[in-house]
């Protein structure tokens, strides 16, 4: 149902796909659209890039030497100043210097630019001009101005201005203005009038840059938009249609959302400031307008047109100009989205141009076909008007009796409650259920070949096969649905237990379930109407349905016909006697006339794919036709008297009648307007085959069947342009029928009816009377190819060149698969001999097929592997699963991983709540203070010096910075309403120290700055390091101040976060690096716990007397990414990947990914978040954070790596060591930097994460050492054993023997063979393809499916590049092969003296040991052969087990699923057996395993040794079944080292296994 490559051929493109139920979807799938479209979209997003950059630097002030602020309107009105009415103005920018400067780490806040601080500013009329000593190396990001300060100049004041920009004084560019506006991704500069403040002398800021919201809301979400589509541009490129649409539909939800958001945001914003709604108005809208979009797209998916010409992106587009710039639209300062808009809009009229034109000329073209239809009715209700309207009454009383009869084919679901796993009555969503063994839609096409495999026969049995006196299974009470998927396994468990007591259950059951309570059911379960509960959800279930259905269903319509008089149409129009042409005759349904006849059949996939698209919305429960026959009749009488002969027979159900036959001038046709009908008169009835008891042995009696009457009449006056007009006014006519008929549309669908308007009905193309590759032609005359009216028909389809010509006469006599021939002979049509355990596993998987639960293996092993079910991890050690596959899923079965992982969750959760809390606490105010005095004390300057050589403090001046974060320098003058900073009392050097004295009451600061020496070739004596101290003690006063000289530790790094200098104890509050350190468990309220500084140098400007600044409050880039953000957000993801099972969430889970990739996805959640602090602080320069977190984050990484995209079972044991030991290392190495001591700062959390993993992998080898001495006493008994073998001559010499044929034999010691499918045929190149297909032009043994879908298959040729992905195939496949493998067994052995196992136990020396036979002894005794035990297939738990523990879940690394053995009093007799095995044409050995060589290690197997041989059966019945690329084991080993094989030995080594975790 996924890949519609046939579909897209048989639609033609575009037009098809805007008519279709999913227009975007099919849209898609057109080559040239989605490639147009998407060399479209790509230089979108990089013009949306382009934008958003554009964007983020709008508003600012460039750098120029001159700026000119002009008056253009006073207060006072006058719009002529004489005065600029300011007093002054300047440049500011974040922070004071041009370069963020040497400091990094703090917040910079916005301050008087440094560099245009001492400009001259000259008055010139109404203009005022700034000029700057130098042309500054980088821009600005604002401006102020200051009011007049002389009393009652308030009407001089300028409300309207201008800021110009110049180098040379005499091209000017406005830079600035009294008011901006953001619109699109430019800001204009509007001139409006200015909220200047009335008071005197007080400072007013004009920033113009846009608003991050704005930003975010404009040219951010066309970004978001378009690379949405891209990317669902690019999943259709690539062939992923379905969730190209859902990613296109899903833009559109995201959109909604985002604009939702931001415009409220935006709202509140405008509000707190004063301006006008325009913005936040235009982005609501539009997303309103993306939610309308989606409504749309997502259900009510044919009106696709309706959002590209319903949008009010234009009209707010519109609206937003004239709120801004209240003028007439034009698309200046930007066009914004507007010719955008216009192009979606003309888009949509196209769309809807082409629907309406396209409407019309199919109308006006069946309306030819319409009349022919119309006046031949009107002849035949002129001659048998009684007869119609008794049609018409026996119509309406069949109509009554099933009014209450659901349309629909549906399925029972409770028959299977109490023993099948829930997610599996969905049956094989991603499968052709039918197709059970080969499995070839379950991979991509490649380069040279899909899957491979051919299909199993799907026998249909005799009903002397059905079971008539087992019970019907009633329907489950409700608390009984409540279904878990460890459901078979309890089933399971219970047949073992009564295995003991009753007799062997059969192979089915055995092999393919391993359930005998869930095969008893399976094969005795009955449809009654109360049971049918779920509809049919997949188009593989109903295809098996319609498959097995087809030919109960046609017989009982030969039989109808045969009553009743009805005809079938010819192949070829025959001539009577009378030398008149016949189109019509009778038949009797012999084998050896249906070539004659052109009979209805299972429908196309592609026919039904294009029907699922136009008509039912992908509601695959609608389609009633999948099984179809149509009977013409020669009058109205006849037609009438099969319809009451239907109605009273007993084999069928009437599910749904519908009449276009009715007596002219009698109303329109049941309500419907003229244009949605095609003309053809008949009348269609649907039915189940109830009544059938073969149709119920193999669960097909619920399957809806549809037969149309029509007559001969009519029919024969078709014709092949009837046709065409037909086909394309029956694309069209759902869209036309929401303008003709919505009232009827909406009727229907509430009483469930399937039919979309009354035009529909396959005919020609519709209705494939054969399938390609079985009996009968592709273009044949049919009524009821699809379950609406059939309102017309052709009588030819595609030329004969365009089909395959492959013989029509596949049937033979019967059906494809001839249910007399297994019946009487078991032997299928084409000659293939079965058996009768064959024939019951075929009719099994048969009925897992139409019940939907043909992937029921499939859907627990996808539970297992999210961590649903504990199938594969409950037995293991917990060591063991972190050494799976998949680790975290493993290990988050077990309540010990869940404990441990919720409380890590959250200690980091509340890890980074404190530090979030704490950051928003400390960093509002001051960061320290007051103290009453302040010091710098250089350790280090730039020359090297050191201790008692430094001389000085380096620099020329020392103070604090205040609340507004900017130095005296780029400090505004104080304002009434502001408090001015405290002055200091001393300032100046002091030794190696730069001491202020402030006040009594002292002096807070958020930050301090310094100058550099101001006398020239002073740059040596620059301080490289130094600490800033603070003390409220009063400091001694000492004469030469020798307590102030450089320390004599020449150490300079060397500190605490205490000194005593002077007589005064101090306290570090700053350094020449620091780091924010929040995230503790501490609550101490002193400010000096938050603050981390470091000893690392520094390197001031060599200018002289330049200023620079240390701000303390942190950067919040710098710390809430990493810190924060990084701790707190993948808490949630990983909570619930672990819980999500185990409690509330469980009815969700099966929404949610497996554990493993939810906490994968949490930590690479994690990386990314922590990826934005060391690139933003190596961006800005402050390389110590860089580098620390940075390295934090690749150690992270390195587990990610370890545990996501490794395939070695030591993966995420060595991600986990890595990252501790990264962490380590990283660590120490930074601290050597910093502290020039590797230990200084511990690695606390590097060491707990290597702990943690030595810890397991101490536990992993304990658990090792505990399997080995498990195996110890039976590997000193095989031991011995092999000893006495291998130290005798004649042993020596058959084990060398044994090893000179296995080297002889040729195979790879080094290849490893895996399940694979086979080769397909129809991508390989022409040539060859049709040397192919004339070779499988004489196979009988094809299944029909494959010649409609068009996917042929090499048989035996495995494709190299495809392997076998699904257990349910895998299991399928081994059944049939280990049947066909235990007939070539019983051969071997007898050819080699081989014995088998039989049940039951024999006591020597006081010990149970197993008992064998010779076979050919044991075939020649009955009452031995019931005795013997063969080996069975592979457990589904321990399958399971393998694939999670070892195989990496891939299924095609099995290779033991099928497996049996041969045991051997000799070693002669072995390598015998081992040369039959070799030279037997009907197997193909694979690899081979010579346990029994000396040099083989058997520490894992305990000592126990054999011959290992991995093979296939390719012999013509494997071909026939799909089973030839089967791989199955076969052990030969010696009776010796068989009989030691005990109960107890085979318990201790599971427990080993179990420890080892394999």
Known sequence: RTDKGAADKAAGGITYALFSSLPLQNTLRVPWFHRAFLCAAVPAVCFAIYQTVTASGQGYIPAFKHYRFTSLEQRNGSAVPQSPGIAMFGLMRKGEGAVRGVSKEGRRLPCVASDAADGLLVVDGASMTLSLAAKAETGYDMWFIRTLEGEGSEGKDAVKFVLEGSDDE???????????????????????????????????????????????????????????????????????????????VGTLAHQFVYRLCIGLLLYLQEQREGLHHAHSAYTIALGIDSLWKWLVLAFFRMGVDLPLLFTVQPIMQIFLHRQLFGTAFSLRPAAGNFLQSVTVIGVGLVVLVIRVRTVLLAQRRVAAAKAIYDEEWQRVCRKQRADVERLGRTVTRLQLGCRNIKAQQLYPTK??????????????????????????????????????????????????????????????????????????DRARVVDDAADQSEERESFFASSVLQSKTMAHALMNVRCTPAMLDRPVETLDQLHSQAFLVQDIFQSWVVDLARRTEGKFRLREPSVDGDGAERVFEAWNGEGDTRKRFKLGNVKRVSSAMIKLDMAYNDDVSRLLDMCRETLYFESVA????????????????????????????????????????????????????????????????????????????????????????????????????????????????????????????????????????????????????????????VAEGPSESEQLQISTSRRGEGSWISGEHVRQERETSWGLKIGAQMEELLEGLARMSVLGISDFLDERRKSSASGGTKYGFETSSLSGLFYSSDPITAASTRWQFRIFT????????????????????????????????????????????????????????????????????????????????????????????????????GASMTGWYIRTLASGGSEAEDASYFNVWATNEDVDDVEDWSCALGRDDERWWVGGREAEWCGANWRRVGGTHWQWQASSFNTNEDRHMWWDFL??????????????????IPDAILYHPWWILAWIAPVPLALIAVHSRHILLRPVSRF?????????????????????????????????????????????????????FSSSRQAFMVGLIGCGVMRIVSEALLSSWIFHSAWERPPVLGWVVLLLGIAVFVSRQRAVLFSKKLLAGDQVAYD??????????????????????????????????????RLRADKLAPAMRAKFLSQMSGNKDTYPLFWDTGEWFLRGRPDPKSKVSSMGQLYTQSAVASLLLGERVKVWAENSSGMVQLVGNVTAGGLEQQQFARWIDVKRDPAMLKRVKWPEMKRHTRALEKLFRVYHNDPSKLLDVTRSCLVFQNMSDLTNCLGLIITDDNVRVEQIKNRMCPSYDTSQTGGYRDVCINLKVVNKEAGSLGAELAVCEVQLMLESFARLKTKEGHHRYVLSRNSRGT
């Not at 029956?730 to 003709?740: D, E, H, V």
């Open 170 to 248: 005499e091209v000017w560019a406005t830079v600035g203005s009294s008011t901006s506006v953001s619109y699109f991704e430019v800001v204009a500069f509007t001139h409006g009038a200015a909220n200047v403040p009335k008071g005197r002398g007080l400072r007013h800021e004009i920033d113009a840059r846009m608003n991050v919201l704005h930003i975010l809301g404009n040219p951010v979400a066309h970004l978001l938009m378009y690379l949405g589509i891209v990317s669902s541009l690019c999943l259709a490129a690539s062939g992923a249609y379905r969730l190209a649409g859902t990613g296109l």
């Open 415 to 488: 028959w299977l409650a109490a023993v099948t796993n829930p997610s599996t009555r969905r049956g094989s969503i991603a499968a052709w259920a039918s197709l059970l063994i080969s499995g070839e839609h379950r991979r991509p096409s490649t380069a040279h070949g899909s899957s491979s495999l051919l299909v199993v026969p799907l026998i249909k049995p005799s009903t002397t096969r059905v079971a008539p006196a087992s019970p019907p299974i009633e329907p489950a009470a409700p608390s009984e649905l409540m279904m878990r998927t460890d459901a078979l």
């Open 638 to 793: 006849l037609l009438e008297g099969c319809l009451n002969d239907l109605g009273r027979d007993e084999m069928v159900d009437v599910v749904l009648v519908k009449n276009s036959m009715h007596a002219a001038g009698v109303g329109s046709r049941q309500g419907e307007k003229d244009e949605l009908w095609a003309g053809l008169p008949f009348v269609r009835v649907n039915v189940r085959m109830a009544g059938s008891e073969e149709a119920r042995g193999l669960c097909v009696d619920a399957h809806v069947c549809e037969l149309m009457l029509v007559l001969t009449d009519i029919a024969k006056l078709q014709t092949k342009d009837m046709w065409k007009a037909y086909k394309e006014w029956r694309m069209s006519s759902r869209i036309a029928s929401l303008f003709w008929h919505p009232k009827g549309r909406a009727k229907r669908r509430k009483n469930s009816e399937p039919n979309s308007s009354d035009e529909w009905i396959g005919m020609g193309g519709e209705q494939d009377a054969e399938p390609r590759g079985g009996g009968g032609d592709f273009g044949v005359v049919a009524f009821g190819g699809d379950s609406c009216d059939a309102n017309h028909a």
């Open 902 to 1001: 919720t409380a890590l969750c959250l200690y980091v959760f509340l890890l980074g709540s404190l530090g979030l809390m704490h950051f928003v606490a400390r960093t509002q105010d001051y960061a320290f203070g007051p103290y009453k005095h302040y010091r710098l004390e250089t350790m280090l300057t730039r020359n090297g010096s050191v201790g008692r050589a430094v001389r000085g403090p380096g620099v020329s001046e020392f103070g604090l910075i205040g609340i507004s974060g900017c130095s005296p320098y780029g400090s505004f003058n104080l304002e009434e309403h502001e408090t001015p900073e405290p002055l200091p009392t001393f300032a100046g050097p002091l030794g190696s120290s730069f001491l202020v004295t402030y006040p009594p009451g």
């Open 1095 to 1112: 000893p690392l140098e520094i390197s001031l400007p060599v200018a002289r007397d330049a200023l620079e600044t240390w701000q303390l």
């Open 1152 to 1204: 949610l990914p497996s554990p493993h990739v939810s906490i994968t996805s949490a930590m690479v959640l994690s990386v990314c978040f922590g990826m934005v602090t060391p690139i933003y602080a190596g961006v800005i320069g402050a390389n110590h954070i860089m580098y620390k977190n940075g390295l934090g984050v690749l150690a992270h990484i390195w587990l990610v790596i370890g545990i996501t």
């Open 1280 to 1317: 011995a054993l092999w000893q006495s073998l291998y130290e005798s001559e004649d042993g020596k010499a058959c084990v060398t023997h044994l090893e000179k044929v296995v080297r002889m034999i040729g195979l790879d010691a080094n290849y490893h063979c895996q399940q694979q499918l």
